[in-house]
């Protein structure tokens, strides 16, 4: 959120709400941009969560602003509740995925529940995605006179200027991670757990080894479910043609040094992180959901394939190590695509737009 930040900065006194200390927000902070820490927990923990309920509670109510605009499910329930309870004139939330729509039973039932509330208790909301826009509406989360999508969707867009093809970049890495300058290097990037698909990936990858023992698998991100071991084993016959890197601050750097983005995931609102790969000039292997659809054009910047489903990941995985000439008219394909349409000034200024017509409809005073 860093270029919507810097943005509405430039009009309005913003204040920053979250988790952590000042050093960590990593430029965030700057003219007319304070900050506040709120002990916030991603998964439910009930004193944790009441605790910092009433804390936005108590600083909503001094400092009475005119905008509360929350992103992700637990911050935007509390904000949403707390914007309400003090009565702050807008209360914007942007949705970016729905944890419940891979679950079932009384957990559906119940994170459902909690979206409807966060939908309710907000005056305008905004999704990062049209086919997650039609999904929430469908599920009766929200109408769709309630609910909009930023540009052509995303939340934030791609910083074209960081995320760019580099060919030192790709050698250095490549070096790095010793990985012939031949190979063909599938990566993942992003949270490492089951939800986003990494065992499938794995699976299907040990596969396609078999076949074209120079490719390699590159998964990038924090182990959220203590499933490296787990994934270690899985591909323990091709173990030395895999590659484990945790956090890093670089995801560019080792989306340029790789050939084929994959996000094999059950869930996703957007996928920003296939169109930052994109940007790069790589073309995706994903799953065919909500949200994902969005990001990849299936047969031109990618491959969809459906969740869950090993086969149709090995297939698209060999196809594109086969296919020199797809592969790279994907490629550019997707660089196109993602400089066209999700270049970071493009949402930023939808965000600039949204803003100005909230304020010259009258419901800011």
Request: hydrophobic fraction near 45%; proline fraction near 2%.
């Amino acid at each position: 959120m860093r270029a919507h930040i810097a943005m509405l900065a430039e009009k309005y006194d913003v204040t920053l709400i979250t988790s952590g200390s000042e050093t960590e927000l990593h430029g965030a902070l700057g003219h007319h941009v304070n900050f506040i820490n709120v002990n916030f927990s991603r998964k439910i923990a009930l004193l944790t969560d009441f605790n910092a309920l009433v804390r936005l509670v108590r600083i909503f109510w001094v400092n009475r602003f005119d905008v509360v605009h929350s992103l992700m499910p637990k911050t935007g329930l509390l904000a949403m509740l707390a914007g309400f309870f003090t009565l702050v004139p807008h209360r914007v939330h942007i949705f970016t995925g729905q944890v419940w729509s891979t679950k079932s039973g009384i957990g559906r039932f119940g994170l459902k529940m909690m979206d409807r509330v966060i939908a309710f208790c907000a005056t305008s909301l905004l999704t990062d995605s049209f086919s997650q826009r039609a999904y929430l509406i469908s599920q009766n989360i929200v109408s769709g006179q309630k609910i909009s999508v930023l540009g052509n969707g995303s939340v934030c867009g791609v910083d074209l200027v960081r995320f760019k093809y580099d060919q030192q970049i790709r050698d250095q890495y490549r070096a790095q991670l010793n990985i012939p300058d031949d190979a063909r290097l599938f990566i993942f990037l992003g949270r490492v757990n089951a939800e986003k698909g990494v065992q499938d990936l794995a699976r299907a990858f040990v596969n396609v080894n078999k076949k074209f023992p120079n490719t390699y698998l590159l998964v990038v991100g924090p182990d959220e479910n203590n499933l490296d071991n787990y994934l270690q084993e899985i591909v323990k016959s091709c173990s030395l043609n895999y590659r484990r890197i945790g956090m890093t601050d670089k995801p560019e750097n080792y989306m340029t040094c790789a050939d084929i983005f994959c996000l094999p995931s059950y869930r996703e609102g957007f996928g920003s992180v296939i169109i930052e790969a994109a940007s790069i000039g790589l073309p995706s292997v994903a799953s065919n959901i909500y949200g994902l659809v969005d990001a990849v054009v299936n047969g031109e910047t990618g491959i969809l394939h459906e969740a869950g489903d090993i086969q149709q990941i090995e297939d698209a995985l060999l196809l594109l190590t086969i296919d020199e000439d797809l592969r790279n008219t994907m490629a550019v394909a997707a660089r196109q695509r993602a400089h066209k349409l999700f270049g970071q000034e493009i949402v930023t200024g939808a965000m600039g737009k949204f803003y100005e017509e909230l304020i010259n409809s009258g419901k800011l005073q």
